[in-house]
């Protein structure tokens, strides 16, 4: 049984039904990503963008490289290339779509050496190709977020373990607000991140032959206060039961149980610092978004 059969198992045996977030991103998912940064709820990214613009040019001179998780289509690493001019970047995607527009998108700025892999294995990778010099490390637009809280340490300290003394991470934070706000971001009105919520079950059928009838299930956000977190879930609409032939695996729903499929965590800027040193770094600097509460990092290697 191949991994993401496996995984899709193991997830929806749980009493609490989930589906790892990182298949969310294939291809159709990384296009469907994309609109969703351009949405009007959505004011993440563009507070991503316009600080990146900010504080570009306040960037230390000292990287000889950029890298970056997550890139997708490389869009709003422009900025920071522009004002670095880095010998080299290393994009760190599992799109290898994505990867390709970022390739397009930021052709010029840099030699460009695109890694395909998720964000650990990219950065062995990376290290196979690197020379001695400093690297800033790009973790934009909050995925951070979408760790809970033990698993954002351990990786943390993961890429931490991998970073040499001199590195640095540029590492952004999306900060609470009205509630309100925080749910029509990840529940807009025209239902693109409702699609791209979906598209895992779809691709679920796509990949390891699901049958799941998409229109049975509905798009849910909900913010979880003690946990200071959006969660996103498929509700079954009915009862009903799915079957999975490549898990060999048939799976019952009761009306309105739910699968969880990511959370965003939300932060207060204060705590920033202190999350940094708890897993070895120096925060060195910090940039916030007043429109849209949003902090930038500048996290050295300690
Ligand atoms: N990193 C993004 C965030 O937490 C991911 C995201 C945005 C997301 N909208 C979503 C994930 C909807 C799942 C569903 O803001």
């Known amino acids: 049984m191949n991994q993401f ?31 969703i940064t ?58 290898h779509a994505a990867l390709e527009r970022c390739r397009r998108e930021l052709a010029g700025l840099s030699d460009i ?14 290290n196979r190709r690197r020379d001695a010099q400093p690297i800033l490390l790009l973790f934009l637009g909050s995925s951070i977020g979408n760790f809970d809280s033990p698993c954002r340490d351990i990786f943390l300290r993961q890429a931490r373990a991998r970073m040499k003394p001199g590195d640095a991470m540029l590492i952004g934070f999306d900060l609470e607000k009205q ?19 979906l598209n895992l079950l779809a691709r679920i059928n796509r990949e390891i032959g699901g049958d799941f009838k998409l229109h049975a299930f509905a798009h849910q956000a909900i913010y979880n206060a003690d946990e200071r977190r ?46 940094a040193r708890a897993n070895g770094y120096e925060p060195e600097a910090q940039w ?9 990092n500048l996290w050295r290697a300690a």
């Open 179 to 197: 509630v309100e706000k925080m749910l029509d971001a990840y529940d807009d009105a025209t239902g693109v991140t409702a699609a791209f919520n």
């Open 38 to 95: 351009v949405l009007p709820e959505y004011g993440l990214t563009r507070a991503d963008s316009r600080l990146l613009h900010r504080l570009a040019p306040e960037l230390p001179r000292d990287f000889s490289s950029v890298a970056e998780f997550g890139s997708g289509s490389g869009l709003k690493t422009r900025p920071v290339l522009s004002a670095l001019s880095p010998q080299t970047y290393f994009p760190i995607d599992v799109s």
């Open 230 to 275: 959006i969660e996103m879930h498929l509700r079954s609409r009915i009862e009903q039961t799915v079957t999975i032939a490549a898990a060999e695996f048939g799976c019952h729903f009761r009306e309105d149980e739910t699968i969880w499929t990511e959370s965003s965590h939300k932060f207060d800027a204060d705590e920033l610092p202190e999350i």
């Open 5 to 35: 059969a496996c995984e899709v198992r193991a997830g929806l045996n749980k009493p609490q039904k989930e589906l790892p977030s990182k298949y969310l991103y294939d291809d159709l998912g990384s296009a469907l990503f994309d609109a």
């Open 113 to 126: 050496q695109p890694i395909q892999a998720s964000y650990i294995d990219g950065l062995d990778c990376m």
């Open 288 to 296: 916030i978004d007043e429109e849209w509460p949003f902090a930038e």
